[in-house]
């Protein structure tokens, strides 16, 4: 029964490409959420996401940075023209979404990204 | 003001100790209160959650949220080296499913 999948686990850019990070949610959850974890500061939401629509991007910054949850597929955090500041790990989460325990939120164990 | 604020640590105590870490938020619409811990360079695993004031127990782990104070806390009694990770105390509103995360909490537990 495998957890939250992300990938890749390490991704190193330089500035100005593009950063793709990949989330498999757990089996049986509908729901998926993105944080970010700068050096030496506490994990912080950026969006929320069920099957092919976005809930809550209040978190995102409002440019370079795009996420989706297709109806096939792992859902994508997208940075455009990385910069150093993006630097950081990326934590994907998933919930159930009904039940008692549908906003409980399991975490994959991130994408540090490096931005040389 | 930040909405959770956790007791930074870093803490360290001898194995076996009763080891108490502490949140504190401003926000009366939480709901859900979780804790999670953290190895270094892993994802955050779910230790604990409640809804409700009270103690909630798990093993070594207790559980406690005072409502009407805004405090939350979890205990851990007879520590373990392996216990040593960073706690990361988390809120649930009730609008909506973001979590609102404490700074957290590094701990050691030394042989």
């Known amino acids: 029964n495998a957890g939250v999948m992300q990938n890749p686990r390490h991704l190193v850019r330089r500035r100005g490409q593009e950063a793709r990070l990949r989330c498999s949610p757990m089996?049986?959850?509908?729901?998926v959420y993105w944080y970010r974890q700068l050096p030496e500061e506490g994990l912080k939401f950026m969006v929320y996401l069920q099957k092919e629509n976005i809930i809550d991007e209040s978190g995102m910054p409002k440019e370079r940075f795009s996420a989706e949850f297709p109806k096939e597929g792992p859902s994508i955090l997208r940075i455009q023209q990385v910069v150093r500041g993006d630097s950081a790990a990326y934590f994907c989460?998933?919930?159930?979404?009904?039940?008692?325990?549908?906003?409980?939120?399991?975490f994959g164990a991130g994408t540090r990204l490096s931005v040389l | 003001q930040k909405e959770v604020e956790q007791d930074p640590g870093p803490l360290s105590v001898p194995e076996g100790a009763i080891v108490s870490l502490n949140c504190t938020y401003s926000?009366?619409?939480?709901?859900?209160f979780m804790w999670y811990r953290q190895y270094s360079r892993k994802g955050p695993e779910l230790l604990m959650y409640?809804?409700?004031?009270g103690n909630k127990e798990d093993g070594r782990f207790t559980a406690q949220v005072d409502k009407s104070s805004k405090y939350i806390s979890l205990f851990i009694r007879d520590s373990q080296p392996s216990d040593s990770a960073t706690y990361l105390c988390a809120i649930l509103e009730t609008s909506g499913s973001r979590l609102t995360f404490g700074e957290g909490t590094q701990l050691t537990v030394n042989p």
């Open positions: 089996k049986g959850h509908s729901h």
């Open positions: 926000n009366s619409a939480f709901q859900y």
């Open positions: 989460a998933s919930s159930p979404g009904q039940g008692s325990r549908g906003n409980i939120q399991y």
């Open positions: 409640t809804y409700s004031s």
